[in-house]
């Protein structure tokens, strides 16, 4: 009898007309799978779209793309200067935006930033590119340094646990937070709407660079903190474009290694890592390496309805520093390909007057990365389709 009904049902799809068999997507569905159970359309649509595009492709995106170039040379993003191809995603920081010396006057350095980065994040929104926030949160005692190297014992001992609710610093916390909620809700495209975000905060939190870092706060700690801040910005500012991404870097070999520090599914949508050490001239161990690890991802993400995404990586190149061989079209594209994960962008680090992530044209490493963009499942801007619409 069942190979009765399949056969029939062979018959039927095979009869039909593609529109009358169209399924219908429900929106609530999505968003039942989100943080934000009342997430803008444009939102919902991004998390879906991102979700089933990890299926067949991984978009490529670069920090700062649109303002950081390599030897200043002003003009696109040094990615297409080389391609001819934009960016899918970029890459932006709240540092600048609710740092302690800005101002909000036309003046003011740090200011400026945050118009440069309004602009950046609407441009990207208004071609059709994707918007991520990473925060190189300033500790809190005298709002100078995220590196823990140039801290203080006390301020590294103590930073974290002062902005947790209670903290002598949580109030302070909370002022950061209100600056991100009032720049988010009023990030809006040339349609007026507002843009989505993914926005991963205390990022790379397994090592001990940052005052977040694994030496300065437990588990328990680091949980609290991450659900409140969801909290905070969905719940009490109203926050409603943003799209919640879990980055730890690559310092995990097993699932629960991976979930140490996980607040929980209600409070993730991206399942993030960051991973420069497994490609720094690691060879063919680093690239299984690192996509073993991206497998942990994509497998846990499959399970539980959220997307995958490598949230950081590269190998920065210097003059005294040449490129590894091949080091884009095969090491990053069999670390994102491998074992048939799925992953849904990866994110190059910015580049500088003076080093680079990802080459512009005419560079000793610039064909390697078109070789690596033509590979079947990369994806840059003309691959991606109306992310910010469910298309049906």
């Known amino acids: 009898m069942k190979y009765l009904i399949h056969f029939l049902l062979f018959l039927l799809l095979n009869s039909c007309s593609k529109k009358e068999i169209e399924i219908v997507i429900d929106p609530v569905e999505i968003r039942n799978m989100m943080v934000d159970k009342n997430a803008t359309d ?16 991984f978009a490529i995106g670069q920090q700062d793309a649109f303002n950081h170039f390599y030897q200043n040379i002003s003009g696109p993003s040094d990615i297409k200067k080389n391609t001819g191809k934009d960016v899918a995603m970029i890459g932006l920081d709240f540092s600048f935006i609710n740092d302690d010396l800005n101002t909000g006057q036309p003046e003011n350095w ?47 001992q103590n930073a974290f646990k002062s902005i947790l609710p209670g903290g002598e610093n949580h109030e302070y916390y909370k002022k950061k937070l209100d600056k991100i909620a009032d720049f988010t809700t009023n990030l809006r495209g040339s349609d007026g709407k507002q843009i989505p975000i993914i926005f991963r905060p205390f990022h790379e939190f397994d090592g001990s660079w940052f005052w977040w870092g694994a030496d300065y706060c437990t588990s328990a700690e680091y949980k609290s903190m991450y659900t409140f801040t969801v909290e905070y910005l969905r719940d009490t500012k109203g926050v409603h474009n943003i799209i919640y991404a879990f980055s730890p870097d690559n310092r995990f ?78 090491k990053i594209y069999k670390a994102l390909t491998n074992q048939n994960i799925e992953i849904a962008y990866v994110q190059f680090w910015g580049n500088s007057e003076k080093a680079y992530f990802v080459p512009a044209a005419n560079l000793p490493d610039s064909q390697d990365f078109i070789d690596f963009i033509n590979q079947p499942r990369a994806a840059l801007l003309d691959d991606l389709t109306d992310i910010y619409r469910i298309n049906k």
């Open 42 to 57: 444009e939102t919902t649509a991004l998390f879906y779209n991102l979700k089933t595009f990890a299926k067949t492709n």
């Open 110 to 156: 740090f200011y400026q930033q945050e118009i440069k980065i309004r602009q950046d994040a609407i441009k990207a929104y208004d071609q059709g590119s994707f918007v991520t926030f990473c925060w190189h949160f300033r500790e809190p005692y005298k709002g100078l340094d995220f590196y823990t190297d140039k801290m203080d014992d006390f301020t590294k």
């Open 253 to 330: 070999f097993t699932i629960p290694d991976y979930l140490y520090r996980y607040p929980g599914d209600s409070y993730v949508d991206v399942l993030g890592m960051d991973n420069y050490g497994d490609f720094d001239n690691q060879g063919d161990a680093g690239v299984e390496r690192a996509n073993n690890k991206l497998k942990i991802i994509s497998d846990l993400a499959r399970q539980r309805n959220k997307i995958a995404a490598l949230t950081e990586t590269g190998y920065q190149i210097t003059e005294s520093r040449a490129p590894q061989i091949q080091f884009f079209s095969s």
